[in-house]
T-cell receptor, first 114, second 112 residues
């Protein structure tokens, strides 16, 4: 088990372009969470999945953001029509979903919108 | 609005000393408490979890929870320069989603 992986690790894009990030959770974990983190702040919750079902979305998540988790395995987060304010570290975390609820983070994708 | 408060620091301690990091939370029904370490430019790494009042020790780390005071702390004994990082406190309430609220983190600097 290699832990949570994310791809790409870095993304530079121009304002108005669409970007998509991928997250592969720890294989036996059925819960997957997306967060956004900016400098000097803690991670902010965006959305989470239990298996393939998206169960909750933050009010921070505008309609330009969409996430999927087909077949309950990997997940993608897409940002359409990127804005400079979207520049941040996008973090994915997974959790077993039973018993205790520790979350394990991937390395993150750093997005820079120019 | 659930809030988790941490002193942003930096907290500076000499090598070998005990570093004490504190966190308060607003939601009285919070159930799960976590400490993450985050090095600059890296993602958070889980170092401790605690669920019931009292102390929990793991190596050089001790987490302390006082639900009556809505307070959780992390002690790092024999601090090393490699412990220099930002420490994030995360608190989860009941309700099924177990979505944690994170504090802004406390920057710890351990100087030789």
């Amino acid at each position: 088990d290699t832990g949570v992986s994310q791809d790409p690790r870095h993304k530079i894009t121009k304002r108005g372009q669409n970007v998509t990030f991928r997250c592969d959770p720890i294989s036996e974990h059925n819960r997957l969470y997306w967060y956004r983190q900016t400098l000097g702040q803690g991670p902010e919750f965006l959305t989470y999945f239990q298996n393939e079902a998206q169960l909750e979305k933050s009010r921070l998540l505008s309609d330009r953001f969409s996430a999927e988790r087909p077949k309950g395995s990997f997940s993608t987060l897409e940002i359409q029509r990127t804005e400079q304010g979207d520049s941040a570290m996008y973090l994915c975390a997974s959790s077993p979903g039973t018993g205790f609820h520790e979350q394990y983070f991937g390395p993150g994708t750093r997005l820079t919108v120019t | 609005q659930k809030e988790v408060e941490q002193n942003s620091g930096p907290l500076s301690v000499p090598e070998g000393a005990i570093a004490s990091l504190n966190c308060t939370y607003s939601d009285r029904v919070s159930q799960s408490f976590f400490w993450y370490r985050q090095y600059s430019g890296k993602s958070p790494e889980l170092i401790m979890s605690i669920y019931s009042n009292g102390d929990k020790e793991d190596g050089r780390f001790t987490a302390q929870l006082n639900k009556a005071s809505q307070y959780v702390s992390l002690l790092i004994r024999d601090s090393q320069p490699s412990d220099s990082a930002t420490y994030l406190c995360a608190v989860t309430s009941s309700g099924g989603s177990y979505i944690p609220t994170f504090g802004r983190g406390t920057s710890l600097i351990v100087h030789p």
